[in-house]
């Protein structure tokens, strides 16, 4: 019964923003707005049943001692954070610069880690990657091709992007090639992109059909 | 004071990860931080949430059809927010299978959040249609290797290209020959053998054989275009921004950027 | 007579936009109704995520990160059930995870309950559900040492260990690991995955295969290409390929005849607005 409601429930959802592609009306707009909050509160729930309250609820339990402490920092800093919410500026507005703490703390761990990652898991293995032997024992002529395509490609659409140098004679020709790389690339972008829209449509119509209407089994 | 501190405690957390980068066996130390990060998002959290509703009670407090749906956006949130709390209390867990806020997940939040990125492919159908133009080679570049990988992906994809192909490759090339007559030079060349190109492509489907092979290849030409010019394209791209995130990190780390701490 | 054909071809630019989506609805539909399945080539990337399942041996380790959520599920949901049933017929130990959105959690117990129900597969024997916890590297670095750094509970809020099948699965010194796990799945929408391979196939050594939505793929045949992921299923057509070697019929193969109707649509449509654009030009 809760299922059969819940499926119109849905389909009327469904169907109030569809309605957007005749025109802004209000149905949509205040379905969209019901969505914006129910949305926010689904996440407040879901960070602190699935995130904060595990953390927490072990680190104070725990008989580790510097766990516990540890924790108890932690919680604190986060606490920190609330004298950045916008209420703080009605209550006390000069404090505001305390939650400056936990964001440099958060930014400082979420940079250091950024810099060794994108070095070490991005930058090297994908040049290691790009100088790749063009021509081995048994390599097909298609193949050749392609890795000659590959190293030119991602040094000529790299050199693309070099804007900080005047790009005259033979680098024109370097940055025409690196042009056409991208032009490709953003095609095949487009087309994938064109794909997943059309994916996500088509699961919404199978809803309708199936689940609301049981047009098909 | 109000800066300096903040600014020198993330310099001391950015080395604090890089050092621990290099000493593994440390991973404790590391996950600790980690550990504090992921509290603190929680409490983060908190303040999207706080100008959300305070904005909307403004609208409210302002009168007029807005404030109808400001009202419909604040109950949902509560609504939301309270029924989430009592599955919580009452089964333990409000993700459970036997949770009745599972239900609301399914049957509101599930049907608005699909719906709402399903709505993009009509307009994305529709703005193609408008705008998108094969007017210089660049944006026929484009959308040639637009229209293969769609083509490429599907069932049938080749059979329907191969007519497609017969039409655009007679279309592009006269338009590049006419085109060649404005130029002047290299440029002028280039464009007459870059029309005569394409009208010669259409030459070997007069041949049955030919035209079912051509049907298989469009698939494979597809996987061509993703695994080598996508893959270098993509990797010219990710290797410049990446480049440029490290760069800034840097800046962060060193104090010279301090936007974040506004 | 050549100007009424000219303005004939330059109205075709001007359909309007309401047409334009109602052929899109009935592109899609259509075919969804009249349930159609059509086979195509299978792309090599998915073909060799396939292979990386199919090496794997009874009992082996996987850990499925569901990085999504309910707006990108059509895509990415058909490949999660293709991979867990797989998975099951070779009796894979599964644990399943998020990191990235919330939701995602959701969206993969909805799939691995399915799909359980239908091997006979128990929870805490053959599977289990870590749960969700935000922070993406701070997650992943975490798990490293201990996956319990991270979930101390699982989903249900009980000790990990508490399970028989973390004995099982933890291996010789007792503690679970990125060094247990033989295969990561990552199912993903956003920014995470590049992650997962940045972090713990390069420091770690996960191998790993992804399944992505096709609005981010292209960017992962990089690191296809670099090895350092060896296998892709990117958009529907993943799914689709994965389904159509594993010999079982889904929602992917299913939605695949519309996603043709459409692409060829709006090629059309494109190819309308060109010819309508260039009859323009040649008229002023």
């Known amino acids: 019964m809760m299922d059969l409601i819940g499926v119109w429930v849905a389909a009327f959802l469904t169907l109030a923003i569809l309605s957007f ?118 390599t097909s002529i298609i193949e050749i091709a392609s890795n000659l ?39 095949s972008a487009f087309g994938y992109t064109i794909m997943a829209r059309v994916s996500l449509l ?16 | ?36 990060t992921t509290i603190i998002w929680g409490f983060a959290l908190a303040l999207g949430v706080d100008s959300l509703l305070l904005n909307h009670f403004r609208k409210i407090r302002k009168g007029g059809t807005q404030a109808i749906h400001s009202a419909g956006l604040i109950i949902a949130f509560f609504v939301t927010l309270f029924w989430g709390f009592y599955s919580w209390w009452k089964i333990g867990n409000p993700f459970d299978a036997r949770s009745s806020f599972l239900w609301m997940f399914q049957y509101v939040y599930l049907p608005l959040d699909s719906t709402m990125f399903a709505l993009l492919a009509f307009f994305i159908a529709s703005a193609a249609y408008r705008a998108f133009r094969a007017r210089s080679f660049e944006s026929t570049l484009l959308l040639i290797a637009a229209s293969i990988v769609m083509m490429g992906r599907v069932p049938l994809g080749g059979v329907v290209f191969v007519a497609f192909f017969v039409a655009f490759m007679i279309l592009v090339g006269v338009y590049f020959l006419y085109e060649s007559s404005k130029y002047v030079g290299i440029d002028r060349f280039i464009r007459m053998i870059v029309g005569l190109a394409f009208l010669g492509t259409i030459l ?59 | 007579m050549k100007e009424r054909i000219l303005a004939f071809i330059e109205n075709l630019g001007r359909i309007d936009s309401r047409i334009v989506y109602a052929l899109v609805f009935l592109a899609t539909a259509i075919p969804l109704i009249m349930n159609i399945r059509i086979p195509m080539p299978v792309s090599p990337e998915v073909k060799s995520a396939f292979q ?169 045949f990089t690191f296809y290409q670099s090895r350092q992921i060896e296998g892709l299923l990117g958009g529907l057509k993943g799914a689709a390929d994965y389904e159509a070697l594993l010999g079982i019929s889904g929602f992917a193969s299913r939605g695949m005849v519309s996603q043709f109707a459409v692409h060829v649509l709006i090629i059309l449509l494109i190819f309308l607005g060109n010819l309508s654009d260039i009859a323009r030009r040649f008229r002023s």
């Open chain 1, 21 to 138: 592609l005749f025109g802004d009306n209000p149905v949509y707009k205040f379905v969209e707005h019901i969505f914006v909050g129910a949305s926010a509160a689904f996440g407040i729930i879901v960070m602190l049943n699935q995130a904060v309250w595990p953390f927490i609820q072990e680190g104070i339990t725990t008989q580790d001692m510097f766990l516990k402490i540890t924790t108890y920092i932690a919680i604190f800093m986060g606490i920190l954070t609330l004298f950045r919410l916008e209420i703080m500026n009605y209550i006390a507005p000069t404090l505001t610069w305390i939650s400056r703490f936990p964001i440099a703390f958060v930014t400082g761990v979420g940079t250091g880690i950024g810099i060794v990652t994108g070095i070490h898991g991005y930058i090297f293995p994908q040049v290691v990657a790009t100088f790749l032997p063009i021509m081995e024992n048994n």
């Open chain 1, 149 to 187: 395509v590959l190293i030119v490609g991602v040094l000529s659409s790299l050199y693309y992007f070099y804007f900080s140098m005047e790009q005259r004679g033979a680098l024109r020709w370097i940055v025409k090639t690196g042009m056409i790389i991208i032009m490709i690339t953003f095609g």
């Open chain 1, 202 to 217: 088509i699961g919404r119509i199978y809803f309708l059909i199936s689940d609301w209407l049981h047009l098909v089994r």
């Open chain 2, 1 to 36: 004071m109000q800066t300096t501190l903040p600014v020198l405690l993330t310099f001391i957390m950015g080395m604090f990860m890089i050092a621990m980068f290099f000493m593994p066996q440390f991973a404790n130390a590391e996950s600790l931080a980690t550990r504090w």
């Open chain 2, 204 to 262: 070997p489907l007069f041949y049955p054989e030919y035209t079912k092979a051509f049907a298989n290849f469009i698939p494979g030409l597809a996987d061509w275009i993703m695994q080598v010019p996508n893959a270098a394209g993509q990797r010219g791209i990710g290797l410049g921004l990446s480049l440029g995130v490290i760069a800034f990190s840097l800046r962060i780390l060193f104090g010279i950027e301090r936007g974040y701490l506004r």
């Open chain 3, 52 to 220: 990386a399942m199919d090496r794997l041996k009874p009992g082996d380790v996987i850990l499925i990160s569901t990085d999504y959520g309910p707006s990108s599920a059509p895509e990415t949901q058909p490949m999660l059930e293709a991979i867990l049933t797989h998975a099951f017929k070779k009796d894979l130990k599964v644990l399943l995870m998020t990191h990235w959105r919330f939701e995602g959690l959701i969206m993969g117990i909805q799939g691995l309950d399915k799909i359980a129900k239908k091997f006979g597969k128990e929870y805490g024997k053959d599977y289990l559900v870590l749960g969700y916890r935000p922070g993406v590297t701070a997650v992943m670095i975490g798990m490293s040492k201990d996956f319990r750094n991270i979930f101390s509970t699982d989903n249900e809020g009980k000790p990990l260990d508490s399970y028989p099948m973390y004995k099982e699965i933890a291996g010789d010194d007792g503690i679970l690991n990125y060094k247990d796990i033989k295969l990561l799945v990552g199912l993903e929408a956003g920014d995470a995955g590049n992650f997962w391979i940045m972090i713990v196939n390069a420091r770690y050594g996960v191998p790993m295969i992804m399944g992505t939505t096709a609005v981010i793929t292209p960017e992962y």
